[in-house]
Structure formats: C-alpha cells, structure tokens
C-alpha cells in the first residue's frame, strides 16, 4: 500500500509483514511511489524498495500511476524521469513490476508504456471500463497506438510482393 495511504511502516516492519503474508500462503502485491505531489522519481530508492519487498517475498510491485504521469506530464517525456524509471526496469526486471495506468493519464501513459516497454507489461488497478481498450493497445488495434498491428500486416504483405 502508498504510503500516502497509510503511515508509513519501517522498512524491516514492512518485510516482516509481507513474510507473514506468505507464510500464511497469501499472494502478497505491494506498490511504491507517493500517490500526491510532482517530484520526478529517483531510481535508487525506488530499486532498493522493489528489491526489499520481492526479496521479502512479494510477487511484484507496483510502480504508482501518479509517478508515472510525473515522467509523462501532457505528452511531454521528462528525459530524466523516463532514464530514472529504465534504471529501475533494468535493475529489478520488467517481470517484477506492474505499472498502475489509471485514471489519471489514460490513455497517454499506457499507451507510452507499451511502446516504450512492450505489450507484455504488468499492468495494475485499470478501470474495468478500461479493460478493452488496454488489451486493444496491447495488440495494436486501437487509435491511440497507431493501430501498430495493421500496419505491421502492411508492411510484411508489401515486403512479401
């Protein structure tokens, strides 16, 4: 949980409650990032929390939607906040995280997402209304990424002409 949510708990308070969790054989998902404010992410702090509650044994981590819109801000890329959040992605690896979509940003920031990081990114707390239209973008038939997917057919009939 933010930890604008809830106070925040001590790092070893935090690894032992989610050691708890799964020894009571509970799938255990925990999030980082501040859910209010501006600031651009640092990848350190953000590395070192990821890797604590994996290696404490969560199964991923969800990186906060208003982290990412703070790198994505109106369609414009903060250069340091996207090479702060490869840094974590290369860091902890794509499989360990999951990036919270929505409301906020929909659809520029997922759909950044998927080109920046691939169709197979974890994805978190999406809207069930949203649901549609991300599995579109992830497969490319959807406006707001291009409609990749009919252009990539394209492509591959006139190359095979």
């Known amino acids: ?13 935090r690894s032992a409650l989610i050691q708890l969790a799964r020894e009571k054989k509970l799938q255990v998902f925990t999030e980082v990032g501040d859910k209010i404010g501006d600031e651009i992410i640092t990848a350190q702090p953000m590395i070192d929390a990821i890797k604590a509650d994996i290696d404490a ?3 991923k ?5 208003n982290e990412l819109c703070n790198i994505f801000n109106d369609g414009d890329i903060d250069a340091e ?3 702060a959040l490869d840094d974590v992605i290369t860091a902890v690896g794509l499989e360990s995280v ?3 979509v929505g409301p906020k940003g929909w ?44 252009r990539e057919l394209l492509a591959r009939e006139d190359a095979s002409e």
């Open 107 to 150: 659809p520029d920031v997922p759909v950044w997402l998927v080109n920046t990081y691939g169709s197979g990114i974890n994805i978190v707390n999406i809207w069930h209304d949203q649901v549609m239209a991300m599995e579109g973008m992830r497969r490319g038939i959807s406006r707001p990424i291009g409609y990749k997917f009919f």
């Open 98 to 100: 999951g990036f919270e």
């Open 57 to 59: 044994g969560a199964l």
């Open 81 to 83: 906040g996207h090479k």
């Open 61 to 65: 981590v969800s990186i906060e939607n």
């Open 1 to 13: 949980m933010s930890a604008d949510s809830i106070p925040p708990i001590p790092r070893d308070e």
